[in-house]
């Protein structure tokens, strides 16, 4: 294992900001994430596990500790039971390599999931999702290291805490490392397509596409609605979407006709889509202080020219809350994660 000092982060987030870390490691197996948290606990440094960086804004400031980048391999699907298949994945393999395997294999569950940047795992971290799927859809187990014991422990389901955008692994922040994740996909399962872009796309033209489909229509609408992060600047979508009470979402629609509302698990609480708000209330659509900005297509979307700083990415960020915050109460909740 060669642990590196001074390396700047900025090449290793979608973002292509941030300063440099003290160190910076690769692990590639086990045994090397277990010696490296060791010997970060024996040097008393905090650690920040890295997957490919399409997730966070690293502060200009560079990150005070190790950086270990998570690049345990493997992909092993098992064989088939009654039209089930479990898949158990190695946490540094790119995601949507993943995707494409099992759309390859004709197995369905993750196909809504395709082309989302990152690693498989960090998806469990904010239980990632897009077009009406989330990972906890699908996820049977993940295999961790716990860091305070140093010990591998298995966490099913209903352990991992799922919620919107959010797991037990945002809670509690570094003391799990997830290794693998164990997924369950159904051979030739019914796809679904009720997500309204989706449906947009198949109405009229096929009512039951194929795992296949599903996931080229996906890959399709994302490329016309989401900037190439491989040119420029970006972590997706900034922000959560709110979920706020009933009572409020009447009061805004009234104030705001069109605005949309998603029922979620609870009756009495709706889910908006903040892009809406910040298009049509915020007059945000397309909005630029220097060179941070939001996408001309998708306002959720914080896009940052290249040699911008996360102080300008900051900046911009606070005035998206106050203008949101101003024109609808809503006090909206940052999905991008501070790295600093
Ligand atoms: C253009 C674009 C589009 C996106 N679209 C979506 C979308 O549709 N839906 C969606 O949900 N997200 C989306 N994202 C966000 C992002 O891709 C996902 O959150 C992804 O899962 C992050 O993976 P990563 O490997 O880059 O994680 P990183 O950004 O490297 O890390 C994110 C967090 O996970 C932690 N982490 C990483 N690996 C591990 C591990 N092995 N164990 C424990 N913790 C770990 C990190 O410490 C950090 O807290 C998008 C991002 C971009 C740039």
């Given at each position: 294992m060669n642990i590196r000092s001074d390396i700047p982060l900025a090449p290793y987030t979608t973002f292509m900001i941030g300063g440099p870390a003290d160190f910076f490691c690769v692990v590639s197996s086990e045994e090397e994430l277990v010696a490296m948290i060791r010997r970060a606990h024996d040097g008393k440094l905090p650690v920040f596990i890295l997957g490919k960086g399409s997730n966070i804004l690293v502060a200009?400031?560079?990150?005070r500790g190790i950086v270990i980048k998570n690049e345990i391999r493997g992909m092993e699907f098992g064989s088939e039971d009654n039209g089930v298949v479990c898949v158990t994945v190695g946490a540094g393999e790119t995601w949507d390599d993943l995707v494409a395997e099992t759309v390859r294999r004709n197995?369905?569950?993750?196909?809504?999931?395709?082309?989302?940047?990152?690693t498989v795992g960090a998806?469990?971290?904010?239980?990632i999702g897009a077009y009406g799927v989330e990972i906890a859809s699908t996820l049977v187990s993940v295999r961790v290291l716990d860091t305070t014991t140093l010990a591998y422990v298995e966490f099913s389901n209903k352990e991992c805490q799922f919620a919107y955008r959010d797991s037990r692994f945002k809670h509690e922040k570094g003391r799990y490392v997830i290794v693998q994740v164990t997924l369950r996909l159904v051979k030739g399962g019914k796809t679904d397509i009720g997500y309204k872009d989706l449906k947009d796309f198949f109405?009229?033209?096929?009512?039951s596409p194929g795992i296949k489909e599903v996931r080229d229509a996906v890959i399709g609408i994302r490329g016309n609605k989401l900037p190439d992060w491989k040119r420029i600047g970006t972590a997706g979508s900034f922000f959560k979407n709110p979920i706020i009470s009933k009572n409020q979402f009447e009061k805004l629609s009234a104030q705001y006709p069109g605005l949309p509302g998603y029922p979620t698990k609870d009756a009495q609480l709706i889910k908006v889509p903040l892009g809406w708000i910040l298009d049509?209330?915020?007059?945000?659509?397309?909005?630029?202080m220097g060179p941070v900005g939001t996408y001309e297509k998708q306002a959720l979307v914080i896009v940052a020219q290249p040699g911008s700083s996360a102080a300008a990415v900051i900046n911009f960020q606070n005035e998206l809350i106050r203008r949101v915050k101003e024109r609808t109460g809503i006090q909206v909740e940052r999905e991008v994660e501070w790295v600093g």
């Open positions: 200009d400031e560079g990150f197995l369905h569950g993750i196909e809504n999931l395709a082309a989302i940047p990152g998806a469990p971290v904010q239980n109405t009229g033209k096929n009512e049509n209330i915020c007059e945000a659509k397309g909005l630029r």
